[in-house]
């Protein structure tokens, strides 16, 4: 402690250390010495000055405005979460598919927009995935039945899933998205195995860069390299 | 499609989760998604390092619903997470220089209410407090900025409340040299003068 009683205040020159006085303001002294101190600040101006000062800033911290978390934030956050393997926590061990964020964030800002921009040109990413493939396989759901006319409603199915069935290999998913165009730096949203009219395929949710927009693409099983075996194209959601 | 789950408490939510219910997690972090960008934002500022954050914070929760027993409250257990995920953030981005951040980045209010030298202070408070050590800017936020008491700060944190109130104590002091309420600099340890120069500067030429 540096201060003199009874020597004048010269501000700005505190006579009490401003992180004594700090702690004073925080309640971090033990009571004896903050009824010792208060008694001094009550003879210093320029220590009152800094508590008035602490009060200030803290005033200004309190009136910081609260954002809301902006919607393509939450639909980033929202595709991460519905990307994940159902079944809520998976045990320690099992499928998990990483945040793609992590690649299509850093062209710039917003994992949503930049997903969709990238979809939008044709663009999937396949890195980071990682499903459950060999080693203690999840048993696969029975083909999801669907015709063209209500294909949107399998969006709620796949949307999540990593029933990928014979594009469960991340190199046959790629070869299966490149053969339609779809350039391969990323990984699609979901995917369940359909029955489209009664033809066995895969359905597979990738972005299109729109929230709560999604574009279903179904291939058949023989999806591959020159082979884009398309049975179904189209876009849902708003 | 609205979640069976959609309404109920957030245990209910965790429980539904973990029986597999795909939207219940989702559900259980939109609502509290708006304090918790709050949160991330005010300490990391950068708005993509906060979606981050966030991001990277709700996966490990997801993943770790499994193992939550209850001991605390689902919002807790989730908040200290989210907190972690952003002190971890602002101790690796302490050990390397800080770009400057434009005035107004996609994360801050677009809404001016406030006359425009008041929307200037929020937007320096906002600055200045990127400056302070991650330990004293992550309890500044949470009790000054976000309003937590003492106990529920140093809950989230994993410290002691003494220690939560040092904090403080701290970053404050530091601040009220910053943001000019003190001019006297040289009373505060560890704020480099050509900082506190700057944001003098900044704020007595507009």
Known sequence: MTGTPGRPPRPPDRSLPLELLADLHAGALDEQQAAELRARVAADPAARATLAALDATVAELNALPSPRMPDHVAARIDATLAAQPRGGSAPPGGPVVEPASRSWRRAGWGGVVLLATAAAAGVIALSGIEREIGGNPVAAPPPLALSAADLGEGLDEALGSSDYGPLSRPAALAACLEANGIAVVGEPLGAREVTLDGRRGVLLV?????IAQFRLLVVGPDCGAGTPSLIADTVVGR | MSSPSSSGSDDDLIAAHRRG????FSELVRRHSDRMWAVALRTLRDPDEAADALQEAFLSAFRAAGTFRGQ???????HRIVVNACLDRMRRRQARPTAPLPEEGPGEPTECRDPIAERETRLAVADALVELPAEQRAAVVLVDV???SIAAAAM????????????????RAKLAVLLGHLRNPDAVANVPPEVVTARQH???GR
Do not use: F, I, N
């Not at chain 1, 990738?206 to 729109?210: A, K």
């Not at chain 2, 219910?21 to 219940?24: F, I, S």
């Not at chain 2, 944190?157 to 220690?163: D, F, I, K, P, Q």
């Open chain 1, 206 to 210: 990738l972005p299109t860069g729109r």
């Open chain 2, 21 to 24: 219910d795909p939207r219940a």
């Open chain 2, 72 to 78: 605390s409250q689902v919002t807790t257990w989730l």
């Open chain 2, 146 to 148: 976000q309003g937590y």
């Open chain 2, 156 to 171: 989230l944190l994993g410290v002691a409340e003494g220690t939560v109130k040092s904090r403080c104590a701290r970053g």
């Open chain 2, 202 to 204: 900044r704020r007595e």
